[in-house]
């Protein structure tokens, strides 16, 4: 690329309400041009859980700009990134090593809200998230859904350090205003990166997104992974991203740097919300055109496994992560030997929580046991959100709480056995405590 | 020497079931590297399924450290850790000091390790019952690449012990996978060479010298009455000797024999684990006497360097195993 994407002054520009735009402001064209072509066509690599998310990031033309602050188990991903970044000569995509996590969000602010049109991809765990808090809350409500924070879960704390993941970190920021989608597998993590953007970028959205993994348990299990060739992808997120109708921080007003009075604070917090609930209705939609394209599953609300036709349980299990499948190796021989239908479902979209598909997928359970990963100070969070799913059921099943792996500890066989033994306590209507912990095959 | 067991038919596993592999080594030593050429090996079968990660405990170079393998024909579920592998691997001997590399393998079962010694003479020293497959692959390392690293044999080893993939497939894998690593050209020649080398050094046999109390599954026995903010020892370790984290094969040595040590106290002020002996001198001020290497030391090596009359040093060293002594 000869030219520079930005043209000379004075560019063309028109009022808007919310500031000015000035549409030839980026050559986009220049950008798509500039992009160097990953993969031609659909390919099969190993890949860890970072090494996928970095891969679908550096095949999106829209991401020209890579700020990154390492930390464990996330570091990866830059690194994937910066090696294959430095090999191509002449380039013009960039990685930008900040000085700390905090300089990598408002890094992200000031991009996006420039580049509107663009997407600026992140990675970080744990306290690296903590870090940037100051500003994810008010990234989270500035309608900039062209920023893509990978949180690579690590339980939140810094002493005693632990470098495994439990989804503390995720969970303690579920209302900075991020959309957040929890994936297993490699594969689930490479094309949820790939439509995430078309989720926060969409005009009803407009709000970033915060895809997560499982540190260590995905960040670093390696498997097979299926890259889609670089066109396609473009085709696909070209379908659902629109140039951006609002102005950036060229001369416009934003989230940022304005002091306002309660009246318009509150009607800010009220759109934010409604932007938030479209979530629901659009994410099937892209899910669905995903599928049609790729062949594979697309974005969902939850996978669920063992519900019959009819949708009826006697046990369903509500967790989350790569230790659910541990929960899929035992449950038909757990079924089998119990005499029960045993069903669960592993959550996807954690944030905003939809309820009313949580609801319908479990009315029909006699019992429901949360598998809680994340250090709570009750019950738990995901028990918490399913109570509040149930709870307009004329006769809501009881649920069960536990706690397992937290800190990223193994949840074995055994363990999963252990609290699918104390779960059926409800279904013979013995009192439970509020919530138990179990580990290696024992409640603590 | 008892009679013959019979070994597990490990492509059977893979065909029916799932073969689950773990491997215990140190934290820089190339287990992780090994355990993911293998799974790159494993996934140039279009039909098969692998899952490969690894644990490390503390983040530090000499510090204990686990990979786990699952590879089977049919979609793998099971997230949670490998405790019962039908294969265990053994980077690192020093390693074994601090876990019991072959819990939890049920009789039968394959174990790899990178050692000197003979299969028979592992076989004892571990007590095990199965297949036993050797390589010297920290001499081939050091011959053909210029570092102690076992890793490229290991690899070749535990690829020879699952089957299924002839010698250059196994080389042209490993391979791809350095230089996915940008390894320049001449280093991936030298690895070849070690690669060919290691394939020509393996030995193997088939022992049965488990008794029935050997590598039993640990009960986890809870996490106890902990003052608060305590650290519990590392989950890797049944010592917590930091002293494991020194390479293999090295250990300090203090030597005074013309008691010139002046008393500076530099390295009793510079060890970072206070395992530097003294007693006060009226005339000298603390006057060095010796130096516990058996918990704490990880060869950090603060001591030589400040020591201005150079009394501490490192030193080959060597466990010498009575199966060894015997025969």
């Known amino acids: 690329m000869k030219e520079s994407i930005v043209p000379a002054a004075p560019m063309a520009h028109h009022t808007t309400p919310s500031g000015e735009i000035y549409p030839g402001a980026l050559n986009l064209e220049k950008v798509r041009e500039a992009h160097r072509v990953l993969h031609k066509t659909r390919d099969t690599i190993t890949a860890d859980g970072n090494t996928a998310a970095a891969i679908a990031t550096l095949q999106m033309w829209r991401c020209i700009l890579f700020a990154g602050f390492p930390i464990t188990p996330s570091t990866k991903y830059i690194e994937t990134i910066a090696a294959h970044i430095s090999q191509q000569v002449g380039g013009k995509k960039r990685v930008k090593l900040m000085e700390a996590e905090h300089a990598v969000a408002d890094y992200l602010v000031g991009a996006a809200a420039a580049c509107r049109d663009l997407i600026f991809p992140t990675a970080t765990s744990s306290v690296g998230l903590d870090h940037m808090t100051e500003t994810t809350r008010s990234l989270g409500a500035s309608g900039l859904g062209n920023v893509l924070l990978v949180d690579v879960y690590r339980a939140t704390a810094n002493f005693p350090l632990c470098i495994e993941g439990d989804p503390s970190d995720t969970l303690a920021h579920r209302d900075d205003g991020f959309i957040q989608i929890a994936c297993r597998g490699k594969q689930q993590i490479y094309d949820t990166m790939i439509q995430s953007p078309c989720l926060g970028m969409h005009h009803e959205v407009m709000t970033p997104v915060m895809p997560g993994y499982y540190g260590i348990k995905d960040s670093h299990r390696n498997a097979r992974l299926i890259v889609e060739p670089d066109k396609e992808i473009h085709a696909f997120q070209d379908r659902w991203i629109k140039p951006c109708p609002f102005p950036g921080l060229v001369n416009g007003d934003t989230a940022f740097g304005n002091c306002v009075t309660s009246r318009h604070f509150q009607g800010f917090k009220v759109s934010q919300k409604r932007r938030m609930d479209r979530v629901l209705d659009v994410l099937p939609q892209i899910s669905a055109d995903f599928e049609r394209q790729f062949g594979r599953p697309g974005l969902a609300f939850f996978d669920a496994v063992g519900f019959g036709d009819d949708g009826a349980a006697d046990l369903a299990v509500v967790s989350l992560g790569p230790d659910f499948g541990t929960f899929e190796s035992v449950r038909e021989e757990y079924a089998k030997r119990s005499g029960l239908k045993v069903a669960g479902i592993a959550m996807r979209l954690l944030t905003p929580f939809p309820r009313d598909a949580v609801r319908k997928r479990l009315e029909r359970a006699k019992a429901v046991l949360v598998v809680n990963q994340a250090h709570h100070q009750g019950r738990g969070h995901l028990t918490l959100d399913v109570a509040d799913a149930l709870a307009d059921l004329a006769t809501p099943p009881r649920i069960v709480s536990v706690f397992a792996g937290m800190g990223g500890a193994d949840v074995s066989e055994i363990t999963w056995e252990q609290m699918l033994d104390h779960g059926r306590g409800a279904l013979e209507g013995r009192a439970m405590p509020p919530w138990a912990v179990f580990h290696e095959g024992r409640q603590l | ?327």
């Open chain 2, 1 to 327: 020497m008892k009679a013959p067991a019979q070994a597990m038919d490990l492509q059977e596993v893979i065909r029916t079931s799932v073969l689950e592999v773990r491997g215990d080594g140190k934290a820089g030593g190339g287990l992780v590297l090994a355990f993911q050429s293998l799974a790159s090996l494993m996934l140039r079968d279009d039909e098969m399924h692998v899952q490969e990660w690894p644990f490390f405990s503390s983040a530090r170079r000499g510090a204990n450290i686990r990979s786990f393998l699952r590879i089977s024909r049919r979609p793998i579920q099971a997230g949670c850790e490998v405790t019962r592998p039908r294969m265990a691997v053994l980077m690192d001997e020093g390693a074994a000091r601090s876990v019991d590399f072959a819990q939890g393998v049920p009789p039968g079962g394959t174990f790899v390790l990178n050692t000197r010694h003979t299969p028979d003479e592992c076989a004892r020293h571990y007590h095990l019952t199965g297949r036993v497959v050797t390589v010297p692959g920290d001499d081939i390392g050091t011959k053909y690449l210029k570092h102690a690293i076992g890793n490229v044999s290991l690899y070749i080893a535990a690829a020879r012990a699952i089957g299924g993939f002839g010698i250059e497939q196994l080389a042209d894998s490993f391979l791809e996978t350095l230089k996915k690593r940008r390894i320049p050209a001449t280093i991936l020649e030298r690895n070849r060479a070690a690669l060919l080398a290691s394939a020509e050094s393996i030995r193997e046999g088939i022992f049965d010298e488990a008794g029935p109390d050997d590598h039993p599954l640990a009960e986890w026995a809870g996490y106890g009455d902990l003052p608060i903010g305590a650290q519990t020892p590392l989950r890797l370790s049944q010592s917590n000797r930091t002293s494991d984290y020194a390479p293999s094969g090295i250990r300090l040595r203090f030597e005074d024999p013309a008691t010139a040590c002046t008393g500076c106290a530099h390295c009793i002020t510079n060890c970072p684990e206070g395992i530097i002996r003294f007693v006060p001198d009226a005339e000298r001020g603390l006057l060095v006497t010796g130096v516990d290497v058996s918990t704490f030391c990880k060869l950090c090596g603060e001591c030589i360097a400040v020591c201005p009359e150079k009394l501490f040093k490192e030193v080959p060293s060597e466990d010498r195993w009575e199966e060894v002594l015997a025969s």
